[in-house]
């Protein structure tokens, strides 16, 4: 599909709501499913995408770059699969703050970003695949067992990948909205309909650092940050490195106690921000970073009454809708994590440890499946 050129403001305003759109219900689940109520989930939404305006008005200001911030939505997916662990909600808060101090620290020491490029490729994508597909596999389970509620929103995704490719998955979140409005409008709590933040005092717990806190780091280093300089150079921009990962880190600090799990470059999106989209002077385009963090601090007004609508929702119709804004992402993860010959086995075993979402001495799944499959590579390659 040809993309024609625009204006910056206007690209920046699309960039902020499909970013938004296509993934807050993923961002809501992986904290409920972590511990966080109802409204400490929404606190986390609103104080993400402050963090991130923020973020992004200081970047694109400072350096007339159209840099584009983002949540980790791999990193909302992987606390989906985590579930609840040892020290509940403030502990979660708490790994939360270490992967804030990691993804800083990446920018201000060298080999800690090293370290993390020593992971191949294939294992990263891996696991976030296994991680991803009981999330996708819920419009098919939502699909059969309420037919009546998860069919809209299964047939407006099919149709927009047909007829809007772009626009298919927030077509349909918002066609799942507007069937939790009909089925359940009496159920929806008015009285949090307002933006709130609700303070979270960390504390910190073994299982909660290696469950949460390194593959929330690993993920969003590898899914977001490092994929967000690739596109960002595709369109002849480079990206302050240190600046970013220090600015990001802060970020997710600030966003933590309030429910913020990560806070990163944008991937996906930002090829909307510094592409032709964003209009044919490149030395303009900055301004869709702008007007995306401005868009942005908007959107964090309307994150409680979202997550009223989310929380009041029939069936399977939300988790229908999160699975199907991770497909395309389930799809990419499996091709980068299949494509080489060499260590396939191994990439194999990580997905499957990742996705079986067993827990091991209070650890989950994603942790270990990162173990079985750098214990594994080497071993194959010594066979070879």
Known sequence: MAVH??????????TAVVGFSSSF????????AVGATSAQAASGLVALCVAQALGMLWLGLRHRSPLSLAWSTPGAALLVSTGAVEGGWPAAVGAFVVTALLIGLTGLVPWLG???????????????????????????TGLAASPALVGPVVLTWVVGLLLFPRWAVPASLVVALVVVLVEARSDVDVDRLLPTLAWTTPSWTLPALVSIALPLYVVTMASQNVPGVAVMASHGYAVP?????TVTGLGTLLAAPLGGHAVNLAAITAAMAAGPMAGADRARRWIASTSAAVTYLV??????????VVVAAPGDVVQAAAGLALVGTLASSLAGALAEEDGREAAAVCFLVAASGVTVLGVGSAFWALVAGLALRPLLAARR
């Open 5 to 14: 050129e625009g204006h910056p403001a206007v690209a920046g305003v699309v």
């Open 25 to 32: 219900v993923v961002v809501l689940a992986g904290l409920a």
């Open 114 to 140: 090293d370290l993390v490029g020593r992971i191949p490729a294939s294992l990263a994508r891996a696991m976030l695949a296994g991680v991803l597909l009981p999330l996708c596999l819920a419009p098919v």
């Open 241 to 245: 490195w240190r600046e970013t990962m």
């Open 299 to 308: 959107l964090a007004a309307l994150a409680s009454a979202l997550t009223a």
